[in-house]
C-alpha cells in the first residue's frame, strides 16, 4: 500500500480493539464480504440498469463493479499488511507470502486464475489489435470495456464464487445454501425470470417483432440471454428434488421458449435441452423428446389457431431466411461475405476494436447490393465470429474460441463429479448446455456487447470455479 492509504488504514486500526493483525484481518474479512455483497448487486442490477447510461458511456452496472473492484482491492491490501512486531506466520498462508495469513482473506489466486488462460490472450490481444487501430481513442473505449468484463469482472466473479475457507467447510458439512457460488446461481435465475416476464408482456401486449426484447435494446440480445439461461433452468428443473421448485423451473423454460422469437437461440436452446436429458439417461430423454415434438407439432399449432400465441414458427424461419418474400437475398448473408472479406484483409491485428462498422461499408462493394440501401452494417445481422476476426484478426477469434471450450469443459468435469439428484450436478450440466447453445447463436447474432457480456462473463467464472471447487459428490 501508499504511504498515505497505510496511513489511514492504521489510523482506522488502531481505533479498534485487540492486537493490530486481529483488527487488520478482521477489516479486511469485512471488506471482502462487502466487496461479494457489491458483486450480488451487480448480478442483481443487470435486469434493471446494464444499458441505462448515466455518465458519459458508465451505467449503475459499471459503477457497482468498479466500487466492488475497489473494496476487493483494499481488503487484498490489508490482508498482506503485517504489523511489525507481529512474528513471522511462515509459508502456508492462502495471500502466498509470509507476512499475512488468515482465514477467509483474498489472496491474488494465480493458480486458479491460470484457468482463464483463453481471456488472458483474448485481453492481449485485443490490446495489440488496439495499437494498429486508425483512431486509437475510439479503440481505447473497447479495449477499457473489455478489460472491465475480461479481467476487473472476471477476478471479482471468481472470488465471489469460490467463495472465503468458512464458506468451504460449509459445503463440507452439507450447507450448500451458505456457499456464494449457489446464492450467485439463484440471484441470476431470478433476473432470468425479470427478463423472462418483461419479455411476456411485451409478447402478449402487442408488441411488435422486435419489440419482444425484454429489457434489453435489441431482441436478438435476449434470445441470446435465453439460449444462455433456459438449459440451465432445465438442468436444474431436472436433478431438484423440490417439486415446487421443480414447477417453478419447468414453467420459466417453457414461458421463455415461447416468447423468444429468434429461431437461432430457439433451435439452439430446445438442442441444448435435449442434450441435457440425453446426458441425464434415457428416460428423461425420452419424456424431454416426446414433450418436444407435441408441442412442436401439435400443441403450437392448435395454440396459435385460437389465438393465444403469434405464428412462432413463421417468426423464427423468417428471422434466419435465406431469402426474402421478394426473392431478393436476406441483408444478413451479404454482411457475412463483407466481413469475411475485411478478415480476409487484416488477418493478424484485425481493423482494431471498435473500427468493424467503420470498415465494412466499402466491402459491400464485392458483393451483390439489391438486399441493401445502405453502405454500413446492422447489428441484427451480424455474426460474431466474423466480427471478431475482422476486428481483432484470426488469433483474438481462436483466443475466444478457446475461452467457450475451457468454460464447458469445466463445466462438464463438475458435472462429471456430482451424483444423481444433486441439483449443482443440473446446474453444472445446464451450464456446458448454455454455453454451447450461445455458441451457436453467435452464427446468427452478435451478443458481446453490453447487457447479456457480464452474464457470459459470470457464467464462464462459475464453470470454473465449480471446477475448481472439487466438492464432494
Not at 488472458?120 to 486508425?134: E, P, R
Not at 450467485?184 to 425470470?193: E, K, Q, R, S
Not at 418474400?325 to 441483408?331: F, S
Amino acid at each position: 500500500m501508499s504511504r498515505t492509504s497505510e496511513t489511514i488504514t492504521d489510523n482506522l486500526i488502531n481505533r479498534l480493539p485487540g492486537d493490530p493483525d486481529s483488527k487488520r484481518r478482521a477489516l479486511s474479512l469485512g471488506l471482502r464480504k462487502a466487496s461479494h455483497a457489491m458483486m450480488f448487486a451487480v448480478l442483481g442490477l443487470m435486469a434493471f440498469f446494464t444499458e441505462l447510461e448515466i455518465f458519459v458511456k458508465f451505467t449503475p452496472v459499471d459503477i457497482a463493479l468498479g466500487l466492488a473492484a475497489g473494496l476487493w482491492a483494499l481488503s487484498w491490501a490489508l490482508g498482506r499488511a503485517r504489523s511489525p512486531s507481529a512474528p513471522p506466520l511462515g509459508s502456508n498462508d492462502r495471500l502466498g507470502n509470509r507476512g499475512a495469513a488468515g482465514k477467509g482473506l483474498p489472496a491474488l489466486p494465480f493458480k486458479d486464475l491460470r484457468r482463464y488462460w483463453p481471456m488472458g490472450l483474448y485481453v492481449l490481444w485485443t490490446l495489440v489489435s488496439a495499437c494498429f487501430a486508425q483512431q486509437r481513442g475510439l479503440a481505447l473505449v473497447k479495449v477499457f470495456q473489455t478489460l472491465e468484463y475480461y479481467v476487473v469482472a472476471l477476478v471479482l466473479l471468481h472470488d465471489l464464487f469460490s467463495g472465503t475457507q468458512e464458506e468451504k467447510s460449509s459445503a463440507i458439512s452439507h450447507q450448500p445454501s451458505a456457499l456464494p457460488l449457489q446464492r450467485g446461481a439463484w440471484i441470476v435465475l431470478a433476473v432470468f425470470a425479470v427478463f423472462v416476464t418483461a419479455a411476456a408482456t411485451q409478447y402478449w401486449g402487442g408488441a411488435d417483432t422486435f419489440g419482444v426484447r425484454g429489457v434489453f435494446k435489441h431482441r436478438n440480445v435476449f434470445a441470446g440471454l435465453v439460449a444462455l439461461l433456459a438449459p440451465a433452468c432445465f438442468g436444474v428443473m431436472c436433478e431438484s428434488r423440490n417439486w415446487p421448485l421443480k414447477i417453478a423451473l419447468g414453467i420459466l423454460t417453457a414461458l421463455a421458449l415461447v416468447v423468444t422469437l429468434s429461431g437461432a437461440a430457439y433451435v439452439a436452446a430446445l438442442l441444448a435441452i435435449a442434450g441435457i436429458a440425453a446426458v441425464r439417461g434415457a428416460r428423461c430423454l425420452i419424456i424431454t423428446c416426446a414433450a418436444i415434438t407435441l408441442w412442436q407439432g401439435v400443441a403450437l399449432d392448435w395454440m396459435e389457431e385460437k389465438g393465444w400465441l403469434r405464428n412462432n414458427v413463421a417468426e423464427h424461419l423468417e428471422s434466419v431466411a435465406l431469402y426474402e418474400d421478394d426473392g431478393q437475398p436476406a441483408p444478413r448473408y451479404p454482411e457475412w461475405q463483407a466481413a469475411a472479406w475485411v478478415a480476409t484483409d487484416h488477418p493478424l491485428a484485425g481493423v482494431g476494436p471498435g473500427h468493424y462498422q467503420r470498415t465494412i461499408g466499402p466491402y459491400f462493394g464485392v458483393i451483390p447490393r439489391s438486399a441493401r440501401d445502405k453502405n454500413e452494417s446492422d447489428v441484427e445481422i451480424q455474426n460474431q465470429y466474423l466480427v471478431l476476426a475482422a476486428t481483432l484478426g484470426w488469433p483474438g477469434l481462436l483466443a475466444f474460441l478457446a475461452m467457450l471450450a475451457t468454460g464447458v469443459a469445466a463445466a462438464t468435469r463438475a458435472a462429471a463429479r456430482l451424483g444423481r439428484g444433486d441439483w449443482r450436478r443440473g446446474l453444472a450440466s445446464g451450464m456446458a448446455g448454455g454455453l454451447l447453445a450461445f455458441a451457436a447463436v453467435l452464427v446468427w447474432h452478435p451478443l458481446l456487447i453490453r447487457g447479456i457480456g457480464l452474464v457470459f462473463v459470470a457464467m464462464l467464472a462459475a464453470c470454473h470455479a465449480f471446477d475448481a471447487r472439487k466438492d464432494p459428490a
